[in-house]
């Protein structure tokens, strides 16, 4: 079986994770914008839309990202930008905004961010550079129903940039690495729509349209993991997720593939050990 060349990667994903953006805008007389480390997850997307922004982070070293560009930084870490003085006195220089992922799939997506990331956009494709002049037409002359559009702007814009990663992966390995490999993807897609399906090497290597050998091999290469421990590691997000709403044991385990109930409490009890050691 041929992986699907129009293959949808991200819409899986995407219903997996819930993003919620925010969109906030930085005052024009900002030379520096600080961002305390909060107690959740989730990403921040810096549009550097004139001059340049120094990034300092607890991680590494500065980073310098020139417009037009995005720095992301996870929420749970503390981080500061330093703008240039042409950006600093820009009022459509700078766009900020908090994507939250109110779905199971967040963690597995934040793991691509433990490091700060600028991704350069000189070279993004049409559709991402026409939401980049849309914020910054909207940012220059504010019009009525400006933080509607914005947020809505903010939605459309991480939906770009992941299409983004995932055509220009940065990382040699990680989900969105594998998402940039078609066959891999449509596993991937597969796994991400249902999780609850008996799913087997065989049936995993079927659907990449490859032998289990060569796909194991490949998928490893492509997520530094194994099929087998990425689809735990995705019904357990889920179902952790599922308890936490307020579903049973037996419900959370129908839908995310154990076998029973007692199979699912002695997952997430490994997994709360694992927290605490």
Not at 86 to 105: I, K, M, Q, W, Y
């Amino acid at each position: 079986m041929n992986p699907n060349p129009r293959l949808d990667r991200l819409s899986a994903l995407l219903g997996g994770l819930a993003p919620r953006v925010q969109v906030m805008r930085s005052s024009p007389d900002q030379a520096r914008l600080r961002f305390p480390a909060e107690p959740t997850a989730g990403l921040w997307l810096h549009l550097v839309l004139v001059g340049e922004i120094e990034l300092q982070s607890d991680h590494r070293n500065s980073l310098m990202a020139k417009a037009p560009a995005i720095v992301i930084c996870r929420g749970d870490g503390a981080h500061e930008l330093i703008r240039s003085n042409e950006g600093a006195s820009t009022p459509d220089g700078l766009l900020c905004a908090r994507a939250h992922f109110d779905g199971p799939v967040g963690p597995l997506l934040l793991a691509e961010f433990a490091q700060p990331m600028v991704v350069p956009l000189a070279d993004a494709d049409a559709s991402l550079q026409q939401v980049i002049t849309l914020v910054r037409a909207e940012l220059n002359q504010p019009r009525c129903g400006q933080p509607l559009l914005l947020d809505r702007a903010g939605d459309i814009l991480f939906i770009g940039l992941l299409r983004h990663l995932v055509a220009h992966p940065r990382h040699g390995s990680g989900l969105l690495h594998g998402l940039s490999d078609p066959r891999i993807a449509s596993t991937l897609v597969a796994l991400h729509a249902e999780p609850q399906a008996d799913w087997r090497l065989e049936t995993m290597a079927d659907t990449a349209g490859m032998s289990r050998t060569a796909f194991a091999n490949r998928f490893r290469e492509a997520l530094n993991t194994t099929p087998g421990k990425y689809l735990s590691q995705l019904r357990l997000a889920i179902a952790q997720r599922a308890v936490a709403s307020g579903d049973g044991l037996k419900t959370a385990a129908r839908r995310t593939g154990y076998t029973n109930a007692s199979a699912l409490s002695r997952a997430l009890s490994k997994a709360r050990s694992s927290l605490e050691a």
